[in-house]
């Protein structure tokens, strides 16, 4: 199942024109409802985001709960905002379709339980 997150509820407009429903807003749909997150804003949406302290936090919450993060180049000053300039092999560059598939193949797995020591002391 996939539903979409952003900034406002309503639809977001893909690069052909089609537009998508969004049906959660970032700050009211926690990454703790998703059991992997995919950040794919275009260069304007990671920059509101980047100053949008619930996406930070979105971000942030779902690195610290092990999640598998797939994401597009343009997503990185969100990541940075949110403190996450070292991404592990848990983010993975979403570049063409065949990373997407390979993506959905990883989150099988639920959790890239490796992260674990790295965020949570012991």
């Known amino acids: 199942m996939v539903e979409l997150v952003g900034p406002v509820v309503g639809g977001v407009a893909l690069s052909d024109g089609k537009t998508v429903p969004v049906k959660q807003k970032v700050n009211g749909g926690p990454s703790v409802l998703y059991?992997?997150?995919?950040?794919?804003?275009?260069?304007?949406?990671?920059?509101l985001l980047a100053?949008?302290?619930?996406?930070?936090?979105?971000v942030n919450d779902?690195?610290?709960?092990?999640?598998?993060?797939?994401?597009?180049?343009s997503a990185?000053?969100?990541?940075?905002?949110?403190?996450?300039?070292?991404?592990d092999a848990g983010c993975?560059?979403?570049?063409?379709?065949?990373d997407a598939k390979a993506?959905?193949?990883?989150?099988?797995?639920?959790?890239f339980w490796e992260r674990e020591a790295a965020v949570h002391a012991v």
């Open 76 to 87: 990185k000053p969100l990541f940075q905002k949110a403190g996450l300039a070292e991404l």
């Open 51 to 58: 100053r949008e302290a619930t996406a930070r936090d979105f």
């Open 35 to 47: 059991d992997a997150v995919v950040v794919m804003p275009s260069a304007d949406g990671a920059a």
């Open 92 to 98: 993975v560059a979403l570049k063409t379709a065949a």
């Open 103 to 111: 993506f959905l193949k990883t989150c099988a797995r639920l959790r």
């Open 62 to 73: 779902a690195f610290a709960h092990a999640k598998f993060i797939g994401y597009a180049e």
